[in-house]
């Protein structure tokens, strides 16, 4: 199916091309139209520090066939640095290949785009800022899925370690329901399961299947995210049995049940229920997306979590990956798909 969804324009309003308009409609059109374009002269503006920018970063292999045999040969019409590889004969670009190659919009739109997903903006909420598409946005969304598919693989946490699950349902058309067609209740199939786990530091997330966690699926996710030895707290949840012993884990356990009603201060699962809840309110603002996705959006939310907690940090961090690794998703391919 389709990704693509058709938008209204941040351009226009209902009133852009009616010649009889009243004067509060007027004025409203007319303010509307002075914002969008003094917004986008300003993203002009910003193209000549953009150049300045990417001629900071030297590529280190060809984008097309990643030999090191190139050279610099002469600069593009946007000030932009150009080279030659000797080998595949082609020329490239430090954005080359990158998610910003043939970009449209500057990419200093990016940082303002970043730091809405980090404050949990929907997708809406963030198109109307950057009067961009709400189809670039989404667009832009899997990029930085791109960037951060593989971020969780090295996270290993330890020393005191807590443990939890939460459930996500999926998507309405994938529900499934009894002959009855009434719907399964409880921690049915039509409940993702989402493990997760934090350290002092770090923290981790991952799906672990659907309905009720199993010894199986719980080992299989944090086997290599946890380290041996470490100390486990977490609800007596049966399904961590197995985890606990393979990992030779020390375990101190909690009824949830007559942790109820207790402050946060007073509550040891605080942090891990605050993990929980952050990531249903991350999850929430996009609530109507693919589940498909679903492991690009627990990346991005174990990153947002994870050091540096300073926001603009994490955006150097992103512009910096994505400018020296190519990640190349085309507009036309994401939305044909």
């Known amino acids: ?53 990417l001629n900071s970063f030297e590529p280190e292999a060809c984008r097309y066939c990643k030999s090191v045999s190139f050279i610099r040969y002469g600069k593009l019409k946007n000030g932009e640095n150009r080279f030659f590889c000797k080998d595949c004969g082609k020329y ?21 785009f970043m ?5 949990c903006q929907s997708f809406s909420s963030i198109s109307k800022t950057l009067r961009i598409a709400y189809t670039t946005t989404k667009y832009w969304m899997n990029k930085l899925f791109l960037l951060l598919k593989d971020y969780q693989d090295d996270i290993v946490l330890s020393g005191v ?6 459930f996500y349902k999926v998507i309405r058309s994938d529900i499934q329901t009894k002959e009855s067609g009434l719907q399964y209740r409880g921690l049915s199939r039509n409940q993702i399961c989402i493990g997760i786990a934090c350290d002092a530091t770090k923290t981790f997330c991952k799906v672990a299947g659907f309905g009720k966690p199993i010894q199986k699926s719980i080992f299989e996710t944090f086997s290599n995210h946890i380290a041996e030895g470490s100390m486990v707290i977490h609800d007596e949840e049966k399904a961590h049995a197995k985890l606990i012993v393979d990992l030779k884990l020390s375990e101190t356990t909690f009824n ?5 009603g207790l402050s946060d201060k007073d509550n040891p699962l605080d942090p891990i229920n605050k993990r929980c809840g952050l990531l249903k309110k991350f999850l929430g603002a996009h609530s109507g997306f693919d589940r498909d996705d679903l492991d690009g959006y627990l990346n991005l939310f174990a990153f947002i979590c994870n050091p540096p907690s300073n926001h603009f940090m994490k955006v150097e961090y992103l512009l910096s990956v994505a400018l020296k690794t190519p990640n190349l998703l085309k507009y036309r391919d994401y939305y044909s798909n």
């Open 1 to 53: 199916m389709s990704n693509y969804k058709k938008h209204e324009s941040r351009r226009i309003t209902p009133w852009t091309d009616i010649n009889q308009k009243t004067p509060l409609q007027e004025f409203l059109d007319n303010r509307n139209t002075l914002d969008y374009e003094t917004r986008h002269k300003q993203l002009l503006l910003s193209r000549s520090d953009e150049a300045k920018l």
């Open 92 to 112: 490239f670009s430090v954005v080359t290949n990158t998610i910003f190659d043939n970009h449209k919009i500057p990419i200093s739109e990016w940082m303002e």
């Open 161 to 166: 370690v807590q443990l939890d699950e939460t």
């Open 115 to 119: 730091l809405g997903v980090f404050r």
């Open 256 to 260: 949830s049940r007559l942790l109820k």
